[in-house]
């Protein structure tokens, strides 16, 4: 099989099921080792490889890295790809996911449910400002748990939720977001690449503050509105007050209403008559008449 012809020789090797070399001919073809009896051959399309070289070059790699995984290694696996442990990581902050947390794949990684929830509210964005530096909205997207199969095939699920780390910006840091989002709330992907080198943050720290601080500054401007429209309420309906105010001030008063005759006597009848005194005393049974001028 190897130089094509034929063998004489006493010993010739057989490779299964109807191979065969001369001793000198079947070897690999990567580091050209000669293999016999005493080591393992791989066929692959003809062509003879060692063990190392055919699991260097055809055994299943991660992902992540690209290393060849080893018999002792655990394994994550999500749809057909596969990774180590330690590479089964959030493309964005770098948190490792563990058995039982939420995970997103994509075309270009794994993200984690937090920061794959701000890729999806930052591509909403984006969207509506007509904005072409936005994340392909149409990859393809899996969320799912995740499980660890051990080599007894069960299937292990962590408990309890992984805290999530906050982060503290400096007042310089601040200041510089603050000066790039007063001149453009919405930056390109070219602009905050810029503000990653100048404040040292991660891409993700920067893109949820801007996030953040937009929905701050949304949900301000609504209550300022709805203040000012109260406001304009209130103004409104204080001259209709004045106004009555004003009215009832300069409005003469009504005259006592004198009760007829007749009505007079109706309401006296069963009341028991009062006499009337003078400040000093009784009036007296007499007034005397007015003095003469003459």
Partial sequence: MGCGAV?????????APDMEWHAACLKCVECQ??????????????????????????????????SVFTRTDMVMRARSKIFHLDCFRCRCCGKQLLPGDEFALREDGLFCRFDFDAIKEEAR???????????????????????????????????????????????KQLHTLG?????????DALMKEQ?????????RVVRVWFQNKRCKDKKRAQFLKQAALQQE?????????????????????AP????????ASRRSIGRTPVPLRHANGLLPDRVP????PR
Avoid: W
């Fill in 7 to 15: 063998i004489n020789d006493q010993y010739i090797l057989r490779v």
């Fill in 33 to 66: 080792q000669f293999l016999d009896e005493t080591c393992t051959c791989f066929v692959r399309d003809g062509k003879t490889y060692c063990k190392g070289d055919y699991v260097r070059l055809f055994g299943a790699k991660c992902d992540k890295c690209g």
């Fill in 125 to 171: 964005d984006h969207e509506m400002t007509d904005d072409n530096h936005n994340t392909d909205p149409t990859c393809p997207v899996q969320l799912a748990g995740l499980g660890r199969r051990d080599t007894s095939g069960r299937v292990h699920k962590s408990e309890g939720k992984p805290t999530r780390i906050r982060t503290v910006l400096t007042e």
């Fill in 179 to 187: 000066t790039c989002y007063a001149a453009n709330p919405r930056p």
């Fill in 195 to 203: 503000l990653v080198e100048m404040t040292g943050l991660s891409p």
């Fill in 233 to 253: 309420k209130d103004t409104a309906s204080l001259p209709c007050m004045h106004a009555h105010a004003h009215t009832n001030k300069h409005t003469a008063p």
């Fill in 256 to 263: 006592p209403v004198c009760a007829s005759p007749a009505e």
């Fill in 289 to 292: 008449p007015p003095c003469d």
